[in-house]
């Protein structure tokens, strides 16, 4: 399960994860690592993503090649 918070603040947002990434399927965990899932592209965007983590890159690299 992923947890992506964010906050709107008097001078800024602040966006926060948690950095645990599990592979194997529903009914078995094979491995835990860490991953990052925000993603600040030309310090401009915010993107955080939960799920696959190729998806989620995928997404971030089609997002930085567009801006």
Known sequence: MTVIIGALCVDGVVVGADSAVTFGNRHFNSIRQKTRKI?????????????????????????????
């Open 39 to 67: 993603s600040i592209v030309a310090d401009r965007l915010i993107i955080a993503g939960s799920g696959y983590v190729g998806h989620n890159q995928r997404a971030v690299e089609v997002i930085e090649e567009a801006w």
